[in-house]
């Protein structure tokens, strides 16, 4: 079995993967902390005979967890973000610097879809350009969905969108704190999601099918207009092309990669943003 770690700020995903027929066989999420306690947290690593980690957890928590599964684990491989990876020139002047969950998702994109906007929104909400051709242009980090409402202190932390609502209903004013809360932030990052999409495809002259992840990617999802893909597994994606160890990883297949979205055209892209801009 391979485990896959993806350890972020707030939560720590795992999942384990068959090394023969590459079937996910079971998933999960604990809070992010510096000690894990393997059985409780995360699987029995008796049947684990590789590690792949991408961490953006403070450094003692992937010392930790390393040093952990070292002694247990034949092979530990931890992702880090590099200048140039799988075709994929890091836009960021100290590549090393770039949240790794970014790269990963940066490269995963590229492999799927050729250039792409990758978008995650966990904690933070991270959207990230690369073009055709593999150059990254670097990208945007903003308060996630969660981290807005806290940072308000209005009392209304612990009321979350509920990831059913739709999408109309989220975007009309609100008639209580929470909800003008709650519609507050959703609209706040849809189009921010929406607007950078827009300004970097009329900046770059090209349009690019988008593709989103992370704990918020489906509600956001549902006010994100721009023809896009969710994709779960997408930082995981990065760490099978990184480090593939299956028969169809050594292949180039990624496990849950959706359809590749077909973008509108530039044309109506620069249209949306000239009209936005009349109003
Ligand atoms: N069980 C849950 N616990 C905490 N947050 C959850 C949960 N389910 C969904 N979420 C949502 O997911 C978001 C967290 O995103 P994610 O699951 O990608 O983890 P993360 O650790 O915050 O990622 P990162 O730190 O890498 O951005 C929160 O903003 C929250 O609204
Ligand atoms: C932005 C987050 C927190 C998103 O998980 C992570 O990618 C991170 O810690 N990045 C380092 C800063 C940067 O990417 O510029
Ligand atoms: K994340």
Not at 121 to 139: E, R
Not at 174 to 180: F, L, S, Y
Request: aromatic letters at 6%.
């Amino acid at each position: 079995m391979i485990l896959d770690l993806d350890i972020g700020n707030t939560l720590s995903k795992w999942r384990l993967k068959d090394t023969q027929s590459s079937e996910i066989r079971s998933r999960g999420a604990v809070w992010t902390r510096e000690e894990w306690r393997p059985g409780a947290d995360i699987p029995d690593l008796d049947v684990v005979e590789s590690v792949r980690i991408s961490s953006v957890a403070r450094a003692a928590v992937l010392d930790e967890t390393v040093s952990l599964l070292r002694h247990r684990v034949p092979h530990v491989y931890v992702a880090r973000s590099t200048r140039e990876t799988l075709g994929v020139v890091n836009g960021y002047d100290e590549p090393g610097r770039l949240g790794v969950d970014r790269w990963m998702g940066a490269l995963a994109g590229y492999q799927l879809a050729g250039g792409c906007c990758a978008v995650d929104c966990g904690s933070a909400i991270t959207v990230d350009f690369v073009l055709p051709g593999g150059n990254h242009l670097g990208g945007y980090i903003i308060p996630g969905l969660r981290l807005m409402k806290e940072s308000l202190k209005l009392g209304t932390r612990n009321v979350a969108i509920d990831p059913e609502s739709e999408a109309e209903a989220l975007l009309e004013p609100g008639r209580r704190t929470v909800e003008a809360v709650n519609h507050g932030i959703y609209m706040a990052a849809v189009s921010a999601i929406n607007r950078i999409y827009s300004e970097v495809c009329d900046q770059q002259a090209v349009a690019l099918p988008m593709l989103l992840t992370g704990g918020d990617a489906r509600v956001v999802s549902r006010g994100v207009h721009v023809p896009h893909a969710v994709w779960p597994d997408m930082v995981y994606g990065g760490l099978e092309a990184c480090f593939p160890l299956t028969l169809a990883e050594r292949a180039g297949k990624m496990s849950g990669a959706p359809r590749v979205p077909e973008p509108v055209s530039l044309e109506k892209i620069r249209a949306g943003l000239a009209f936005s801009m009349l109003l």
